[in-house]
């Protein structure tokens, strides 16, 4: 759901406690659930059910105050990238997938179910058969990136980047110049910077050095003022 957030009504729609735009948010995605069930029926009644590859995710999270901002486009934090993903495919058990993945990895498995896995050679994600079959072919220090920036006129610069790797996030904003490092299996929803701490030195130049590999991108020409 985006901003602004439409307020859902009916019986078909529960209450919740949150109130306000969270209120509203929920209610929106509670109806897109009963949106789902009615897609899901018809196919049903169609017969189409069992040929019907299903996914459910959504491009970003919405920010309502964890760090301070609203909406989104605006940070890298969890509760923006976070994000549901759900993949249905016909005769496929339940299962859920416990390594970190990453929204660039839908293409992959598309390709792959499709057996047309030579296609992916040049792609950067990852099959999510990989994870949910052989799981001990993952990578555990598999980084997930993230990157954000608004160039216009009359608005605030800014240019984050992020990568998440094993247990850690690592925050970098190219204008300012500032750093942010969290634990996250204690520290989840990223509120306690720990880069001041001496012993992560080494950790946070090993980070800075991974996201430097992919400076040479067009994201990062255009946060330059480059053509």
Known sequence: MHHPYFSAQGKSVPEFHSTGEL????????????GLRVLIEKLKFADA?????????ADHGEEF???????HSRTCYEEVTHV???VRLPMAGEMRIKPRVALLDLVPTLLEMLGAQ??????????????????????????????IYQVMSGRPRFFTRSVRRGRWSFFEEAYAGSVELYDLPVDQREHVNVVGEVQSA???????QLLSQVRDGNLYKVSEGSE
Do not use: K, M
């Open 23 to 34: 209120g509203r948010y929920d209610r929106g995605i509670a109806q897109f659930d009963q």
């Open 49 to 57: 059910w069992d040929r019907t590859v299903l996914i459910v995710t």
């Open 65 to 71: 105050g964890e760090h301070g901002g609203t909406i």
């Open 84 to 86: 549901p993903l759900v």
């Open 118 to 147: 030579n296609a992916t050679a040049q792609l950067d994600g990852q099959s999510l058969f990989v994870p949910a079959y052989e799981p001990n072919l993952v990578d555990p220090q598999r980084p997930i990136f993230c990157s």
């Open 202 to 208: 080494q950790l946070v130049s090993d980070l800075r």
